[in-house]
């Protein structure tokens, strides 16, 4: 019942589905009637372009499930109804969007919603694209090499990206048509045409994360989860038709996109098959979020109120105006402390049992004497190919990386003394872990400014920014390398200025941006200097995708040139064999920002805070020692 719910039911696997060549199918250029086309189930879909530069076609915008509205809004995406017409991919909106409340680098400026937008863009990552947005917005792209369409027995891997944005604004293709950012074409001229990539929207804000336990009761949370899966159950059913291998799908994502992958890996208690077998997860983000009947839902009653639903439930918000729902996500987002997010995944009982800190370390048995640095993890379960840990086992090879400089960005200004910072801990943790002592720990843990302590913090912005960095960035690296030793590789991207988001450049880094957008067809180098390495990078997560190693098809003979890149180790508390993308190149290193005895500590908070709450799944208990817990932690855990 679980897999019927949780999966995009299409057509059966025997339909009729195929690939219709015209003629001509490589004149792109003289007419619409020259491009290939894809007969589903339920539509067809003309192939929107062919892309000399890179040699494939682009099918945009192929409905992957119905529009989401009136009784399917925070409901599991469903089937999409037939259609009688060819589509041509010009309809696909981006999903419902709203700013974030963060960055802060243009001053009291940033109060203004053109000081919002400069401060992302300082701060290097994706601006919201405000572009027309609409509730009905699952659809996916599909870069296919002319040589698949051509001769779809190939069986090539594919890459499926989901992007970021604090779960609350971006797109697929959000700054089409002046710079297709999340286009494949790097992708497919760096392989020589040897992948098939797919980028799919999925619901954002209030929309697709909405949780609380009426929200468990009533409606769906964590919608925009399900829809991701429901675009990797459509890459399963139909990208062979194009002549994609779906036993070799490698699920990407940044920021957002990679905190999604994560929540995909402990679905169901890793129990559910994540329908990709490799993966990269570049600096994989999210807050916590585990207060299901007191936070969580006091946010599902605020919406509730913003909407005109006010103690009216899931039932008045499917009913209610495109533009009630639109004002209220607005508002939800724009609410609470900068540097804080409104909605995101966040544990349910059903999907998602448990913070994912949590479900990669069940299982598992922990040294008591946290927190020595000499505590140690032991594997309780001495199979290597079957490890302990509620995460899915069915990933062969993963790459997971950072930034050296992740929080900058998202640290409020207005934090400048220590009641500011104690402030700020109170309003991201709710009152039972105040009371029980929880936020006392993470002020003594990262303690006030020119105390007498070993970390001797001199500002305030330092002493959060290291809170932020390990809480939400990359202690999250630690916790997924724990449970996937031996499988995955470990980067670190030092390029200036390091911040968060800046690695999607060379990730999608395109040889030639086209000037089709412009008026014309004129090709140009994109970033002229930038290439050689832009390329030498993305060699090594292509090569990933290919073979599951990085090094199998890396540019052997590159400037800067690579180099092989081994699976990490560990020296203290810190990882060893990184690869190091920096100002000068490649080069491995000994990486200590995702330190062992930190993201220790962080996964005891998890814990704490899941047990204090009662919320921890019966049999998969974490223990914590950072503070006492007297009662049951599984007390108001519910499925």
């Not at 724990?482 to 690695?503: E, F, I, Q």
Request: charged share 15%; glycine share 10%.
């Amino acid at each position: 019942m679980l897999k019927l719910i949780f999966t995009l039911c299409l057509w059966a696997a025997t339909s009729t589905a195929f690939i219709k060549l015209p003629q001509f199918a490589l004149k792109s250029e003289e007419g619409a009637e020259a491009l290939p086309s894809l007969t589903l189930p339920y539509a067809t879909y003309r192939a929107a372009r062919y892309d000399p530069n890179g040699d494939y076609y682009v099918f945009k915008n192929i409905r992957f499930a119905a529009p989401p509205t009136g009784s399917l809004r925070w409901a599991p995406p469903a089937a999409p109804s037939p259609e009688s017409t060819v589509q041509d991919g010009s309809y696909g909106p981006i999903c419902i969007q709203a700013p974030i409340k963060g960055p802060r680098y243009t001053g009291p400026g940033s109060d203004s919603p053109i000081g919002e937008t400069l401060n992302q863009y300082l701060g290097g990552i994706p601006l919201p694209s405000f572009k027309k947005a609409s509730e009905d917005c699952l659809f996916l792209d599909v870069y296919v090499p002319r040589k698949a369409v051509e001769d779809p027995s190939l069986r090539l891997p594919v890459i499926s990206w989901f992007f970021g944005g604090a779960y609350t604004f971006g797109g697929k293709d959000q700054f089409d048509p002046v710079v297709p950012f999340y286009a494949g074409t790097g992708m497919l001229q760096q392989t020589d045409g040897n992948v098939i990539f797919v980028a799919s929207n999925y619901r954002l804000g209030a929309y697709g994360f909405l949780a609380g336990n009426t929200m468990e009761k009533d409606g769906l949370p964590n919608a925009g989860l399900y829809d991701q899966r429901a675009a990797l159950q459509w890459i399963q059913s139909y990208i062979s038709l194009v002549g994609g291998d779906n036993s070799q799908v490698s699920a990407w994502g940044l920021s957002a996109g990679a905190g999604s992958i994560i929540h995909h890996l402990v679905s169901f208690g890793g129990e559910q098959d994540p329908l990709f077998s490799r993966a990269v997860l570049q600096s994989p983000a999210f807050q916590l979020m585990y207060d299901r009947k007191g936070k969580l839902e006091e946010t599902f009653q605020n919406f509730t109120t913003l909407a005109g639903c006010g103690g009216k439930g899931v039932a008045c918000l499917r009913a209610a105006s495109p533009e009630a729902l639109q004002k209220a996500n607005w508002a939800l987002n724009t609410q609470g402390p900068p540097g804080t997010f409104a909605v995101g995944p966040a544990a349910d009982g059903k999907l998602i049992r448990q913070l994912p800190a949590l479900e990669l370390a069940s299982g598992m048995a922990i040294d008591l004497c946290f927190p020595s640095p000499t505590t140690q993890w032991v594997n309780r379960n001495a199979d290597q190919d079957n490890p302990a840990g509620h995460f899915s086992k069915v990933p062969t090879s993963l790459i997971f990386s950072h930034t050296s400089d992740e929080a900058d960005m998202f640290v409020p200004i207005n934090v400048q003394t220590d009641k500011d910072f104690s402030d700020f801990v109170d309003s991201v943790f709710v009152s039972y872990a105040k009371e029980g002592g929880v936020n006392a720990a993470i002020e003594a843990r990262y303690p006030p400014v020119m105390s007498i302590h070993p970390h001797n913090y001199t500002t305030e912005y330092a002493r959060l920014k290291d809170v932020l960095q390990e809480s939400t960035f990359v202690c999250n690296i630690r916790d997924l390398s724990n449970a996937y030793t031996g499988k995955n590789y470990n980067l670190k991207y030092s390029v200036t200025p390091g911040l968060h988001a800046v690695d999607l450049l060379p990730t999608f880094y395109n040889l030639n941006l086209d000037l089709d957008a412009f008026g014309n067809a004129v090709p140009f180098p994109l970033i002229p200097g930038f290439g050689h390495f832009a390329q030498a990078y993305q060699s090594y997560l292509t090569s990933h995708a290919r073979s599951g190693d990085p090094n199998t098809y890396r540019k052997k003979f590159s400037i800067p040139p690579t180099i092989a890149w081994p699976k990490p180790g560990a020296s203290g508390d810190a990882f060893t064999g990184v690869l190091n993308v920096g100002d000068l190149g490649f080069r491995l290193i000994t990486d200590g920002q995702s330190a062992k005895s930190r993201c220790d500590f962080w996964r005891d908070v998890a814990a704490a805070v899941t047990n204090l709450g009662g919320y921890a799944p019966p049999g998969s208990v974490v223990p914590t020692t950072l503070v006492p817990v007297k009662n049951d932690p599984s007390e108001n855990y519910a499925t």
